[in-house]
């Protein structure tokens, strides 16, 4: 496989590789103590990582990206997802939806920094009321004097925290019903009306924090509007299906890496009743199912992202890629757990947090079902025969 995938990307997944061992993996002990990194480390961190060139990977190069595609940044995805969640502001060192749709002004103001490491951010879609039917949201952006009033709550919302900023979606114009008259805008998260509410702890992922966000006649001047008024939601489904192959699949595939090679090892040194436990037919079974698995995902990964780069839809290639790796990979971690015995549940192993962070892929950035109700709706509509093969 490797024959397929340019040198340079190997070499990019190496350089990050590194970077996580040698920068990251030693601050380990101390965020699972404290549950954070700690603010003053957080530039610093993502400012060394810009200027690896590997912040802002497939972000435009005028605006400070490398402007790479997306089996490139696949790869450097595998690497990142080695390093705890808690690093994840360091990876997210751009966003599709400012890239691709914002003005040049709000370019320059929001995405360039952002680029470079100075600034953090988040986006802000799910509301208490409102998930998987994202298009159903509540809060209301009307218009006023040189801008938008914002009012409502979103929740789930990681980063949040700290972030400078939020590509925020509102309602601009209910009467066009569910999905529609939806707009997306940049906002300050120091603007006055907008109120950090509490930290809502999750099962894993320590330290990537995620909390609601309350706006109460919240300004946001005209032109933060990201793209054309009620197309936000529009743009959000344009611009963010493809970044999942990366998010969720490239992602998903750098954690079941590490719990195939953990588990061979253990494995090969682990014995019991006389031999090493991967001389246990039980046992070889499990690790054959995970590489088979790890395999499989990486090859409809590696194909989403080429069809992505070649200027196809991501549709439903990425769903599929959702889909597949969120569930392969907590085949992956339950397997690990299982081959490590006791030691798998036990706190001493980094294993039990893999399983706990594992389990969010189901859920986040649209579930197994949703996927596979966007999946259907897609073969529905344009039949099967992009993968007969006919
Ligand atoms: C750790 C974490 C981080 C997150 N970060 C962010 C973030 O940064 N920004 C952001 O905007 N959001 C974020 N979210 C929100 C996340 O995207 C939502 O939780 C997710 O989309 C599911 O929505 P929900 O929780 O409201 O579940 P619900 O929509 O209430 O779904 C509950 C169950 O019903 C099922 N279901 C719902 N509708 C259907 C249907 N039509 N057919 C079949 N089954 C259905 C679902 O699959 C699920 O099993 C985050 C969530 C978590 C847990």
């Not at 320590?206 to 946001?220: K, P, Y």
Request: hydrophobic share 40%.
């Amino acid at each position: 496989m490797d024959n397929s995938i340019p040198s340079e990307y190997l070499e990019i997944k190496r350089i990050a590789r590194r970077f996580v061992d040698t920068e990251l993996v030693p601050l380990e002990a101390e965020i699972e103590r404290t549950g954070s990194v700690a603010r003053e480390l957080r530039k610093p961190l993502m400012r060394k990582y810009a200027q690896l060139g590997l912040r802002g990977l497939s972000m435009p190069t005028q605006y400070g990206g490398a402007g790479l595609g997306v089996l490139a940044h696949c790869l450097l995805g595998e690497a990142e997802a080695r390093a705890l969640d808690a690093f994840q502001f360091i990876f997210r060192g751009g966003d599709p939806l400012l890239a691709h749709a914002a003005s040049e002004e709000l370019k320059q103001r929001y995405l360039v920094p952002l680029i470079r490491g100075d600034v953090e951010h988040c986006v802000a879609l799910t509301e208490p009321g409102a998930g998987s039917d994202a298009g159903a949201i509540q809060t209301l952006a009307t218009r006023t004097d040189g801008g938008f009033l914002l009012n409502g709550a979103k929740h789930f919302i990681s980063n949040a925290e700290y972030a400078d900023f939020a590509v925020l979606f509102a309602v601009t114009n209910r009467s066009l019903g569910s999905g529609r008259g939806i707009s997306a805008f940049v906002v300050d998260m120091n603007s006055p009306g907008l109120k950090l509410g509490r930290r809502q702890v999750m099962m894993g992922r320590q330290g990537w924090h995620q909390s609601e966000i309350f706006l109460q006649d919240c300004f946001v001047p005209a032109d933060h509007l990201i793209g054309a008024v009620d197309q936000g939601f529009e743009l959000a489904k344009r611009f963010l299906a493809g970044t999942r192959i990366v998010t969720a699949g490239a992602n998903c595939i750098g954690v079941a890496e590490q719990c195939l090679e953990l588990s061979l090892e253990y494995a090969k040194q682990r014995r019991t009743f006389g031999k090493t436990i991967i001389n246990h037919q039980a046992v070889q079974f499990m690790l054959a199912d995970m590489v088979t698995d790890l395999h499989t995902a990486r090859l409809l990964v590696y194909d989403a992202a080429a069809s992505v780069d070649r200027g196809e839809s991501p549709m439903p290639k990425a769903s599929m890629v959702k889909l597949f790796t969120s569930e392969m990979v907590g085949r992956a971690a339950d397997s690990a757990v299982q081959i490590h015995g006791g030691m798998g549940y036990c706190r001493e192993l980094p294993i039990e947090r893999i399983y706990r962070d594992a389990r969010v892929w189901r859920i986040v950035d649209g579930t197994s079902e949703i996927q596979r109700q966007m999946i259907g709706g897609w073969l529905d509509r344009h039949g099967a025969d992009q993968f007969l093969m006919k």
